[in-house]
């Protein structure tokens, strides 16, 4: 599982939520380890078991009544109950005044404390949906990742192979470029990893011959996109002679490859002069749409084929 420190959530989503860092200073280090965001309203009472560790949690207008309609010592009570646990963090939503004797808890404790006008409710999921990204599994794979017919097609191959120069007659016809050369993958769900470009290559293609391309620039915003689940693997295959010859056109077996542990659809193309890969890589991923609706070519092929032969020996 990844981490995150306060700081840097902070960092990234102060200015969407209109937060404020008003107490707890010294708590930026603390880290973040599960993407659950969550209001701690029976740890106020004394229900300890209720606040987890090393997560979010966010007081609302339920919270802050409660705390408005205890007498003092109560109040001293309740926020001791709340700081008992090792929180990351605590965020006062809804734009609600914060008690002198929460912010110097929060002090006491070294726990980061945020102020927001936002609604609880909307604060709590943009923040889950960041964290849930922010923590997720993540692993860095080499090579071409692109939006193809709707699809999130990751390019491998060997240096060398024609990736880049496939990805952009790809760009040309009208698809997508994620990301060159390295790819972030995360995993955002249990049966689904999304990818994204790092910050330093976005928007870049490297072409031997040409140099680093804006593709932004050259052919618009709508020729780029900054993430995208993936859906299937190309490979880029030079096969000997031998191979393709011993090669069962009816019996291609479906490959799979295994991604942060979701098993991913792998399509291997062989590279030949003459061949032209960016009709082969569209018209690969077209069949694999018709495969998931239950449509197989050569399913149908060989079962006219054995009609036909059936046919014939009736015949005879």
């Known amino acids: ?32 380890t599960s993407e659950t965001v969550t209001k701690p ?32 010592d109560e109040v001293t009570l309740a926020i001791k109950n709340l700081f008992s646990t090792d929180l990351a963090v605590v965020i006062v939503a809804n734009g609600e005044s914060v008690p002198e004797s929460l912010l110097n808890a929060a ?40 939006e193809v017919q709707g699809f999130g097609a990751l390019i491998k191959g060997e240096a060398a192979i024609g990736k880049s120069e496939l990805a952009l ?23 689904r990893v999304e990818g994204r470009c790092p910050t330093l290559l976005q928007d870049f293609l490297e072409v031997r011959g040409l140099g680093i391309l804006n593709i932004r620039a050259l052919f618009g915003d709508n020729s780029v996109k900054p993430t995208k689940p993936l859906d299937l693997i190309i490979q880029l295959e030079i096969p000997d002679r031998q191979a393709l010859q011993q090669l069962d056109r009816l019996n291609i077996k479906t ?35 018709l495969l998931l609706r239950g449509v197989n070519a050569t399913k149908q092929f060989m079962q006219r084929q054995q009609r036909e032969m059936k046919k014939s020996l009736d015949t005879e």
């Not at 007659?169 to 249990?190: C, K, M, Y």
């Not at 960016?278 to 690969?284: F, G, N, R």
């Open 1 to 32: 599982m990844a981490q995150i420190n306060v700081a840097e959530l902070f960092k990234q989503t102060r200015r969407k939520l209109k937060m404020n860092w008003v107490a707890g200073l010294n708590g930026g280090s603390n880290t973040l």
């Open 255 to 289: 490959q799979h490859e295994e991604v942060l542990g979701v098993k991913i659809p792998k399509i291997t193309i062989p590279i030949a002069a003459g061949r032209n890969i960016a009709v082969l890589v569209e018209v690969a991923i077209r069949n694999h749409m």
């Open 41 to 72: 309203s029976l740890a106020l009472i004394g229900h300890l078991n209720f606040v987890h560790p090393n997560r979010v949690q966010v007081l609302g207008c339920a919270e802050m009544d409660y705390l408005r309609s205890l007498q003092a």
């Open 107 to 146: 002090n006491h404790h070294n726990t980061p404390l945020f102020t927001s006008p936002l609604r609880s409710p909307a604060l709590m999921d943009v923040l889950n949906h960041f964290l849930s990204h922010a923590v997720a599994e993540s692993l860095s794979l080499h090579g071409v990742f692109m």
């Open 169 to 191: 007659e790809l760009i040309s016809r009208g698809h997508r470029l994620i990301a060159d050369d390295v790819v972030d993958f995360s995993r955002i769900s249990p049966e």
